[in-house]
């Protein structure tokens, strides 16, 4: 998949507005009742980062940055401010934050992941953008500062040895998401002070 290992300017996607998507089909029936399923088993995101454009700077970054995209061919990192972090977005990253795996005495690829939910109700998100410079690494709670390697543009953990049978991987981490933009047009509209804007900056997350 046609993909730049770059990010979307921080600063005007501090403003975005947009979240996760899920696809659920629901049939009424006659007696009222409901049948529900979900047509996706991963949610999928969707952003609009036309409201982090502030100044007359930002809306040029913006072209300039769709234009290097050619649209939406290219896809791209995009962090989300209110989810960025293995863990909560007020804390540091923790080297215990997510349980990525267990050991098997083989096994030494692990892929980054993030849980939601609790109990027995939950979701795993894989994490295929992590930041450069963010991944810490434990095996049974015993932090490892070298012998392994992580892929940022797949988010595979590769382990020097294999961790023993039954032992526990964890990992913290910062993380993009890998998006497109959602159309190949931008509409800009320069005011009489020339500020300009732009109604809509619509993307989606590429999975």
């Known amino acids: ?5 770059v990010r979307f300017p921080d600063n005007i996607s501090r403003g975005a507005r947009g979240g996760p998507q899920r696809r659920t089909q629901i049939v009424e029936l006659s007696s009222g009742d409901e049948e529900r399923n979900a047509s ?3 949610s999928r995101r969707r952003y609009d980062v036309s409201y982090g454009i502030r100044r007359a700077d930002d809306l040029h970054a913006v072209v300039e940055f769709f234009e290097a995209r050619n649209g939406r061919l290219y896809g791209f990192r995009f962090k989300d401010w209110a989810d960025y972090k293995s863990g909560l977005p007020s804390r540091a990253v923790s080297d215990e934050d997510q349980r990525i795996g267990t050991g098997t005495g083989a096994q030494t690829t692990f892929q980054l992941r993030k849980r939601y939910g609790s109990d027995a ?10 930041v450069a410079g963010s991944v810490r690494i434990a095996v049974d709670a015993v932090e490892l500062f070298s012998g392994w390697s992580v892929d ?3 988010g595979v953990v590769t382990l020097a040895a294999a961790p023993a049978p039954g032992a526990v991987v964890t990992a913290g981490f910062e993380f993009d998401v890998p998006v497109r933009f959602d ?6 509209t320069l005011d009489i002070e020339r500020l300009g804007s ?8 590429i999975r």
């Open 152 to 154: 940022l543009t797949t």
């Open 183 to 188: 159309s190949d047009l931008l509409d800009v």
């Open 1 to 5: 998949m046609a993909f730049h290992e």
């Open 121 to 130: 109700h939950y979701w795993w998100r894989s994490i295929r953008k992590p």
């Open 198 to 205: 732009i109604t809509s900056i619509p993307m989606i997350e």
């Open 40 to 42: 996706w088993a991963d």
